[in-house]
């Protein structure tokens, strides 16, 4: 007996393939991480001009980066003024945004071609 695959009219197949992929969900996470780490930047720069707010570490500001978030680190550096004179954002964060790349390129090269 054969069964038949129920699929909602307003989704597609390539839908769930895309969503349920490794590629797809990595993806998600880039966009998820990217936009998390843009606003921690502003958030940590909004915090920075009160006096005694917690502040978010400068490693975990790091760490959004290491994590997938390099894009949106760097754009709220440039966006919101924030960490660019310390030598470990202004050179750390484009570092670590390369390597991804070249990971990222690797991989392609390496496996997907």
């Known amino acids: 007996m054969e069964k038949d695959l129920f699929l909602p009219e307003a989704v597609s197949v390539s839908g769930f393939a895309v969503l349920g992929s490794p590629w797809g969900l990595l993806a998600a996470w880039l966009a998820l991480i990217n936009v998390v ?12 001009k009160r006096a005694r707010a917690q502040r ?29 004179r310390h030598r470990v954002f202004r050179t ?3 570092v670590i945004l390369a390597v991804q790349l070249l990971a990222g390129a690797a991989v392609y090269w390496l496996c997907l071609r």
């Open 37 to 48: 780490a843009f606003f921690v930047y502003g958030l940590d720069k909004l915090l920075s």
């Open 92 to 94: 750390g964060i484009p």
């Open 56 to 84: 978010v570490p400068e490693k975990n500001l790091l760490l959004l980066a290491v994590a997938g978030g390099s894009v949106g680190a760097l754009l709220g550096m440039l966006i919101f003024r924030h960490k660019t």
